[in-house]
């Protein structure tokens, strides 16, 4: 499952070492090209609000499978189509259809027991977040190697591949009780409102990929342009810096095991505005640039982890509803961020975008100082 979830996550992300290639392949300004980003993640978010809540109603396994199928359906048209404006809706097809691991990530907490949840999602979202960052890599090779259109080939073949073998590996669940469809999308934010809980989660989650975007958006084209003009594989590699939010990600889930949320959401939120302040400074350091995607992997990571294993306490009935919220929330959040990012950087170059990470950074602190630890809330039953 973490596997898999790494996969079908990496389809959100091989664009972004790309932008800079696919920018000069359509002949668009780098706001249009970053604005590919933006589509991607409001297609996840549609997918998270649409999508996922179906994890609570139908058949996990198949309803799996069938998003696996549909993203590797999307990424063979990306690879086919060259007017921008269709290019630009596929990519927002590849969001709404990316949102498998997110159904499998509640799924996995479920199969869980309750004193290793949190160790549970966190060896997930491991997988996403190596998924993540070898997307990059990947994706820079390939098209140095084949073209970028080639990477969008590549992911089809791992979708329909993991397709089959989740087909095969996830187990059968016991039927659950039907709820009408539109009750089902309704409930998941009426959870949103419910939950005071939810909401400072949601809000921590995205404004800190608000800030992760920022990044991610810009990385390409800075590194593309002197004084390090930088190669589609070579940027592709830096997605590697960020690997040590993996052990982030196992820290915080021991963490929130250990119901210490308050302590790691402080320390993320913190390495998330210190993260900005070093590649401000540092812009034209690569030393200092790969520190910064260093520090900013492991806050982001070390905020996910926690925020996750709080909100799947809230209401162990409801749990792909409550995912369906607050990730929701978390990519409109990055959407935002990318497009602002992109905004940013064209106007004021990458000290503007530094300026803009810090401001998200400190979004996140400031209510993470203020904010106690969450005061253990009533089970709900659906």
């Known amino acids: 499952m973490a596997v898999a979830t790494g996969a079908i996550v990496a389809n959100l992300y091989y664009l972004q070492p790309l932008l800079h290639e696919v920018q000069a392949s359509f002949g668009v300004s780098s706001a249009s090209a970053s604005a590919l980003i933006t ?7 549609i997918g998270l609000a649409l999508v996922l809540p179906l994890g609570d109603l139908l058949p996990r396994r198949w309803l799996v499978v069938a998003i696996y199928l549909s993203a590797g359906v999307a990424m063979a048209l990306g690879a086919w189509v060259h007017a921008f404006g269709v ?16 159904v499998m990530i509640p799924f996995a907490a ?16 491991s997988g996403l977040l190596l998924g993540i960052l070898l997307s990059r890599t990947v994706a820079g090779i390939i098209a140095q190697l084949a073209g970028w259109r080639s990477v969008y080939v590549v992911g089809a073949v791992l979708m329909f591949a993991s397709a089959v073998v989740l087909f095969r590996a996830l187990p059968n669940e016991a039927p659950r009780p039907h709820v009408p469809y539109p009750r089902l999308v309704s409930s998941a934010f009426g959870l ?19 800030g992760f975007s920022v990044l991610w958006t810009t990385l390409a084209f800075q590194l593309s342009a002197p004084p390090f003009s930088y190669s589609q594989a070579t940027i592709g590699i830096f997605g590697l810096a960020g690997a040590a939010g993996v052990f982030a990600a196992n ?7 250990s119901n210490r949320h308050r302590l790691s959401t402080v320390l993320a939120s913190v390495l998330l505005v210190v993260s900005f302040v070093i590649m401000g400074l540092g812009g034209g350091s690569i030393v ?51 497009l602002l990012g992109g905004l940013a950087y064209q106007h004021g170059g990458w000290r503007s975008s530094s300026i803009l990470g810090v401001v998200l950074g400190l979004l996140a ?11 253990p809330a009533p089970t709900l039953a659906t």
Request: hydrophobic share 50%; glycine share 10%.
């Open 39 to 45: 589509a991607s993640q409001v297609g996840y978010a």
């Open 87 to 102: 290019f630009a809706a596929i990519t927002l097809i590849v969001g709404l259809f990316s949102v498998g691991g997110q």
């Open 110 to 125: 479920d199969l869980s027991s309750e004193e290793r949840r949190g160790r549970t999602v966190a060896r997930l979202m």
């Open 192 to 210: 949103l409102v419910e939950l005071g809980e939810l909401r400072r989660r949601a809000w921590l989650g995205a404004v800190c990929f608000a």
């Open 251 to 257: 820290a915080a889930g021991s963490l929130a095991d």
């Open 288 to 338: 200092a640039i790969t520190i910064g995607i260093v520090v900013l992997d492991v806050a982001v990571q070390g905020i996910q982890i926690t925020n996750q294993s709080i909100i799947y306490a809230l209401a162990p009935q409801s749990r792909s509803r409550i995912n369906s919220a607050y990730m929701f929330c978390y990519f409109l959040g990055g959407a935002a961020g990318s």
């Open 365 to 375: 602190l400031i209510p993470a100082i203020a904010w106690k630890d969450p005061v």
